[in-house]
C-alpha cells in the first residue's frame, strides 16, 4: 500500500497544494469537456457546423444593420471583418462566463455525490470554449483572406496573451457568478441581461474611439482591451496600445483573485447548499 | 500498524432555515432580512447536530459496518468520510486513497454511449485514464453489455443500466473503499454477484471498506465489525452478530404513540380526515415495528369537522408498497368486512393481520377512506413501517437472503413423498 494520507478538517481556506490537486485531477477536466463537446451537438443535424453558423450568421446579421444601414465607422476597416474579430472575442468571453457560472449547478448530481477539486468543473467549461473559438477562427482567417490583410508577426505573437486575458477574465467573473449561483437562484435569470448590457460597454459593435474622453472608463472592462488590441494586432486599425492592455492585464487579475478567493471561500459548503 | 481511518471528535452541525412561505431563500429574502430591525425575522435559523463527537478506528482490511435509523447520521458520516461536506469540529486521518460510492453511475451521461460512459464514469470515480484502458474488458463483461456498448445509455434499460454503473465502480481499486445503500439496486442477481465481487475484493486483495446499508443480511455476510449510530453519536461498536441482534432488539422495544398525519400531502374531499396511526401487536401493546408472521393491528384515528358519523357506504383501506414503490398488497374493508352500520366519529377503525405476510425490511403505507364513492381522504406514502423477521413459517427459518423489503410471505407447505 502506498502512502497517500488525507486528513480532513473543518474548513481551510486556499492553500497551494489546491493547485497541485487541480494538476492531479487534470485527466477529469479532460473529461468533463471532452464530455460537454461530446454532448453539445448530438442529436443534431448539422453537428459541429453549429459553431462556425453562430458566429457567421451573427456577423452577417450585424454587417447589414450596423455596418450597412446605421454606418457605424469601423476604423476604415471592411465592416464584417471588424466586426467578427470582435465577436469571436466576444462570444468566447460570453460563452465562458455563462457557462462557467451555471457550471455547478448543472452539475448538481456529481458535485453531491463525489469529491473533487470544484474549480475543475469551471475550469472545464471554459476550455469547451476554447473549442468553438478555434473553430470559429477558420471564417476569421477565410475573412482575411477575401479581404486581403496579413497580420503582421507581432500580432500573432500577442495573440495568446489576449486569449489568456479572456479565459482569466471569464474564469474570475464566472468563479464568483458560480458561487452566488450555488445558493441564490436568481444568478441564472440576471446573467443572460447582464451579458447582453456588458455587449454594449464592449467595443464589439462599435470602435473603442466611440466614447472619447471618457474610454479609459471602459478600459476597465478587460474585453475592451482584447478586442482593441485584437483589431489592431490582426488587421492594424490603430497602433498597439501596450498601456492599455496593461490596464487590461491588472483588471482582470483583480477579477481573478476575487473571483477565486470567493469561490474558495464557499466551495466547501456546495454539497450542504446547492 | 498505522490504522487505515481514524475518526476524532467529529461533529457535523447543520443549520436549518425556516421560512415562514416555505420553499427557497432567494437574494431578495436575505436580503430584506439583512435590513430588518424588529426581532421578528422572516428567516428562523434552527441547529441540528447530525453528528456529536464521534471517535472511531478502522484498520487495514477491516470491513466495517455503519447501521442505524433513517436520520441517526449514516449519510451524514459517509459524506464528512468521502469529503463531499466538511465536518463542523474534530478531524479524520485516512491512510490509504479512497474511493467513495455514494451511488451508482455517479455523472453518467444519458446521451453518452455506454462505452462513453464507461470512461466518464471511471474518471470521475478517480480512476486513471490507463487504468480504464487496462479494465475496459472485464467492466463490459461484468456488466454483460456487449452488444450495446455503442449504443447511447438513455436507450438502455434501468436494470443494463444499473448493471453498467456498477460494474465500473466495481473495478476501482483505491485503498480504502466507502460506499453506501448501492446495493439497493438491480435484480436480486446481479445483488448476489456484487456482493460476491464485493467479498473478493476484501477477502483477496485485503481492502478496507466502509460499508453503510439497512440490508442486515448484506452487512452481515460482508462485514467483520459493525457500529450503530443513533441521533448522531456511536451507540454500539463490535461484532456484526452482536451489533445487529442489539439493533433488530432497540427496533422491536422502541414504543412510538400514535403517528400523525396532519403534516402529511394529502388528496381528497376532506370532510373526514385520517389523524393518525397506531400499530400494536396481539396483545394491544403498541409496537413500532410488524414482525414476519404475527399479528399486526392497524389502528386508524379519524376526525371530522362537519359530520359526527361515517354513513354506509364507506370504504376505508391500508395499501402495502415496497421501498421502491410496487404495490405488494391492500386491505380494504371493501372485500374484508360485512358490516353495513354507520361508524361513530369518536372511536379507532383498526384493520387486523392476523399473520404479517412481510419479510425483514421497510415498506411503505397508504391509507385512503371512501364515503358513498368520493375519496374524502387519501394519503399517499404515510409513513414508513419496518418489519423485522419472524417465525413466519413456523419451522423456525426466516425468509430467504435477497429478499429482504421486497417480498409477500405465502402460507404454504410440501408434499414431498
Known sequence: MHEHTTTIRPKKLFSFSDLKEIWDYRELLYFFSWRDLKVRYKQTFVGVLWAIFQPFITMVVFSVFFGQLAKIPSDGVPY????????LFWQF????????????????????????PR????????????????????????????????PHLIGLLILPLLLIITFLASVGLGLFLASINVKYRDVRYVLPFFIQMLLFVTPVIYPAGIAGKYSW??????????????RAALLGTTVLNWELIGISLAATFALTIFGIYMFKKTERYFADII | MKPAIEVKKLSKKYTISHQKNGGYITLRDSITNFFRFNRKKAITKEQFWALKDINFKVNPGEVLGVI??????????????????????????????????LEVGTGFHPELTGRENIFLNGAILGMKKKEIIKKFDEIVAFAGIEKFLDTPVKRYSSGMYVRLAFSVAAHMEPDILIIDEVLAVGDIEFQKKCLGKMDEITKKDGRTIVFVSHNMGAVMQLCNRVILLEKGTVVMDGEPQAVIQYYVKSLQTAKSDSISFDALDRK???????????????????????????????????????????????RIGVAFYDMYGQALFNCSTEVASTDKSDIDLDG??????????????????????????????????????????????KTGKVSPEGWEGRAVLVPHYWILH
Open chain 1, 119 to 150: 474549480l475543475v468543473l469551471p475550469i472545464s467549461s471554459v476550455v469547451t470554449q476554447c473549442v468553438d473559438f478555434i473553430i470559429g477562427t477558420v471564417i476569421l482567417i477565410g475573412l482575411m483572406f477575401y479581404y486581403g490583410y496579413t
Open chain 2, 268 to 314: 381528497g374531499k376532506g370532510n373526514i380526515q385520517l389523524s393518525g396511526v397506531t400499530f400494536t401487536d396481539e396483545k394491544n401493546a403498541i409496537v413500532a415495528n410488524g414482525t414476519s408472521g404475527q399479528q399486526l393491528n392497524v389502528v386508524l384515528n379519524y376526525s371530522s369537522k362537519k359530520t359526527k358519523a361515517m354513513p354506509y357506504p364507506y
Open chain 1, 93 to 116: 468571453f460570453s460563452g465562458s462566463l455563462s457557462d462557467t457560472s451555471n457550471s455547478l449547478i448543472t452539475n448538481q448530481a456529481i458535485v453531491t455525490k463525489i469529491y473533487f
Open chain 2, 68 to 101: 442505524g435509523h433513517n436520520g441517526a447520521g449514516k449519510s451524514t458520516l459517509l459524506k464528512i468520510l468521502s469529503q463531499i461536506t466538511p465536518p463542523s469540529h474534530g478531524e479524520i486521518t485516512i491512510h490509504g486513497s479512497v474511493g467513495s460510492l
Open chain 1, 217 to 230: 472608463v471602459l478600459a476597465l472592462n478587460p474585453m475592451m482591451g482584447v478586442i482593441q488590441s485584437a
Open chain 1, 80 to 87: 464584417p471583418i471588424f466586426v467578427y474579430v470582435g465577436l
Open chain 2, 348 to 393: 379507532t377503525i383498526t384493520c387486523v393481520i392476523p399473520q404479517l405476510p412481510l419479510s425483514q425490511g421497510d415498506y411503505s403505507l397508504t391509507f385512503f377512506l371512501e364515503v358513498d364513492g368520493e375519496i374524502e381522504d387519501w394519503v399517499q406514502g404515510a409513513l414508513t413501517l419496518p418489519v423485522i423477521n419472524g417465525d413466519f413459517f
